[in-house]
């Protein structure tokens, strides 16, 4: 049975730091791409970082770009999200995603329950 659970959300104050967690298990970590996702009330669901795999490359969103910093340490099966100052607009819930490419047309995806993530101002 695959599990992504999802830790160290929380609240913080503005300019403040935060490292979330997301330990998997039931699938070989190293074969997926591990991404970090969020979703603030009302809206849609948005892609925040990404760490592939195969080349160790990792993908930031623009408004995250310099403040967040997504490593992965295989030997624990964790992909960690390091936050640093932290935005009211970065309030959300944020959701892991593991990822592998199956066929040329599909994927296979896993998803986290979700961990809350609150920036004061």
């Known amino acids: 049975q695959v599990q992504l659970v999802e830790s160290g959300g929380g609240l913080v104050q503005a300019g403040g730091s935060l490292r979330l967690s997301c330990t998997a298990s039931?699938?070989?970590?190293?074969?997926?791409?591990i991404a970090w996702f969020r979703q603030a009330p009302g809206k849609e669901r948005e892609f925040v970082a990404s760490?592939?795999?195969?080349?160790?490359?990792?993908y930031y969103a623009d408004s995250v770009k310099g403040r967040f910093t997504i490593s992965r340490d295989i030997a624990k099966n964790t992909v960690h999200l390091q936050m640093n100052s932290l935005k009211p607009e970065d309030t959300a819930i944020y959701y892991c995603?593991?990822?592998?490419?199956?066929?040329?047309?599909?994927?296979?995806?896993?998803w986290g329950q979700g961990t809350q993530v609150t920036v004061s101002s």
């Open positions: 760490h592939v795999h195969k080349d160790g490359s990792s």
């Open positions: 995603n593991a990822r592998q490419r199956v066929s040329p047309d599909s994927d296979e995806d896993w």
């Open positions: 039931g699938l070989t970590f190293n074969q997926y791409t």
